[in-house]
């Protein structure tokens, strides 16, 4: 007879654990509270997870939108030619 995956050498029967203990009510019970201590904590880090991304997302686009005022405002200056120089201006800077 074929193993389960089909090799010739190995019968249905070989390799299955026969598991003798059993597990007491206590026992399944403190399983699963286990069990439920740790979805708790699981969901909490998934909460806390999701609040880091939000506030990286919204970093993000924070960043973004000061790169790009900055962008238009080294465009802006560069695209007006520098403000003329009043005479006036000029000749009270020399009496001092």
Do not use: W
């Amino acid at each position: 007879m074929s193993g389960p995956n089909g090799d010739p050498n190995i019968s249905v029967d070989d390799g299955i654990i026969e598991d003798e203990d059993e597990f007491s009510e206590e026992e399944y019970a403190a399983i699963d509270s286990m069990l439920d201590q740790i979805n708790s904590c699981l969901d909490d880090i998934e909460d806390r997870n999701d609040a880091l991304n939000g506030k990286l997302h919204e970093l993000l686009e924070s960043n973004r939108q000061a790169r790009k005022d900055f962008r238009q405002q080294l465009n802006d200056e560069e695209a007006s030619p520098p403000p003329a120089e009043d005479p006036a201006s000029r000749d009270t800077q020399t009496e001092d």
